[in-house]
T-cell receptor, first 115, second 107 residues
Framework: NAGVTQTPKFQVLKTGQSMTLQCAQD?????MSWYRQDPGMGLRLIHY???????DQGEVPNGYNVSRSTTEDFPLRLLSAAPSQTSVYFC??????????????FGNGTRLTVT | GDSVTQMEGPVTLSEEAFLTINCTYT??????LFWYVQYPGEGLQLLLK?????DKGSNKGFEATYRKETTSFHLEKGSVQVSDSAVYFC??????FGAGTRLTVKP
């Protein structure tokens, strides 16, 4: 039972480098999202998707791109990394509908350091 | 807009002590409410939820009651264990989270 799988677990980048954080889920969930977790600030929503081909911005989208070509995958791209993007990133998914009653399923996170 | 205000920690308790972590919310309509727990090095996982007013969610000895009149969803446990040491997050159904409360339980 894989659930939500994130790769890599750890990553160090230099300022200006680009990379993609991978997220895949095997639960056929329509909704997927990316959060960043910073000390004292809880989780902040970066981008989300309600289905293949549909994405939208969350609370802190600047500096990040996403795409959703399949139901299973929702990669997060950093085009030009900055030290302010040092954080722990979580991908999550859930069923759509049910009037928001369905909880999120989280991956184990990617710890990113930008030097 | 909608928001969640959560008691900030850290909270340190002795084993078998009583735990309360306060959570209040501001929302239009009737959101579902959730508590998530994050153990060290892991992602968040659902602890309990409530979907309507006066509902009580419970799991692993933890409880929280959806109080619409006070817009609150406080987390309680009667006797904490060392294994309960984690970070706890209150959340609304629109995927908005509180800042998290770190709980440390000492033997």
């Amino acid at each position: 039972n894989a659930g939500v799988t994130q790769t890599p677990k750890f990553q160090v980048l230099k300022t200006g480098q680009s990379m993609t954080l991978q997220c895949a889920q095997d639960m056929n969930h329509e909704y997927m999202s990316w959060y960043r977790q910073d000390p004292g600030m809880g989780l902040r929503l970066i981008h989300y998707s309600v289905g293949a081909g549909i994405t939208d911005q969350g609370e802190v989208p600047n500096g990040y791109n996403v795409s959703r070509s399949t139901t299973e995958d929702f990669p997060l791209r950093l085009l030009s990394a900055a030290p302010s993007q040092t954080s722990v990133y979580f991908c999550a998914s859930t069923r759509r509908g049910a009037e928001g009653k369905s909880p999120l399923h989280f991956g184990n996170g990617t710890r990113l350091t930008v030097t | 807009g909608d928001s969640v205000t959560q008691m900030e920690g850290p909270v340190t308790l002795s084993e078998e002590a009583f735990l309360t972590i306060n959570c209040t919310y501001t929302a239009t309509g009737y959101p579902s409410l959730f508590w998530y727990v994050q153990y060290p090095g892991e992602g968040l996982q659902l602890l309990l939820k409530a979907t309507k007013a006066d509902d009580k969610g419970s799991n692993k000895g933890f409880e929280a009651t959806y109080r619409k009149e006070t817009t609150s969803f406080h987390l309680e446990k009667g006797s904490v264990q060392v294994s309960d040491s984690a970070v706890y997050f209150c959340a609304l159904s629109d995927m908005r989270f509180g800042a998290g409360t770190r709980l440390t339980v000492k033997p």
